[in-house]
């Protein structure tokens, strides 16, 4: 599966999700402009825990807590899906690195995707990994 394949997945997953959940209020940009100068007066330090936990970037607008399906929140797959991107990095460097930096790069991919908690966007990035250096 190829990196914009996962884009595409996780796309039609926002597209499909936005359908389901109830519409935002009034004042929602309000409050995301609120948000986003919160964000921005926040320490280097903070800004990274937040990109590592993939707030900001999947699902705005929706708090962590919301619960997408039985044992399965907006947090949990904000988390899951900066886990793939960071998996996806590693992956990505893997192409034209000696053997012993493959392996490593691997490795370190393997640990971030075994961190990821829902099982489909685990198992297609484990699907990702097994066909990286394959041509």
Do not use: C
């Given at each position: 599966?190829?990196?914009?394949?996962?884009?595409?997945?996780?796309?039609?997953?926002?597209?499909?999700?936005?359908?389901?959940?109830?519409?935002?209020?009034?004042?929602?940009?309000?409050?995301?402009?609120?948000?986003?100068?919160?964000?921005?007066?926040?320490p280097?330090?903070?800004?990274?825990?937040?990109?590592?936990?993939?707030?900001?970037?999947?699902l705005?607008?929706y708090?962590?807590?919301?619960?997408?399906?039985?044992?399965?929140?907006?947090?949990?797959?904000?988390?899951?899906?900066?886990?793939?991107?960071?998996?996806?990095?590693?992956?990505?460097q893997?192409?034209?690195?000696?053997?012993?930096?493959?392996?490593?790069?691997?490795?370190?991919?393997?640990s971030?995707?075994?961190?990821?908690?829902?099982?489909?966007l685990k198992?297609?990035?484990?699907?990702v990994?097994?066909?990286?250096?394959?041509?």
């Amino acid at each position: 599966m190829r990196e914009d394949d996962i884009t595409g997945i996780s796309q039609e997953f926002d597209l499909a999700l936005s359908r389901i959940m109830p519409p935002r209020g009034k004042g929602a940009q309000e409050r995301d402009m609120e948000m986003a100068n919160h964000h921005r007066m926040r320490p280097e330090a903070e800004k990274e825990d937040i990109k590592k936990e993939g707030r900001g970037e999947y699902l705005e607008g929706y708090d962590d807590s919301h619960v997408l399906s039985p044992n399965y929140t907006v947090g949990d797959y904000r988390k899951d899906h900066a886990l793939a991107d960071e998996a996806q990095k590693y992956i990505d460097q893997m192409a034209g690195a000696s053997p012993e930096e493959q392996e490593r790069l691997r490795k370190k991919a393997e640990s971030a995707i075994n961190r990821i908690y829902g099982r489909t966007l685990k198992g297609q990035m484990e699907e990702v990994l097994a066909g990286a250096g394959k041509s």
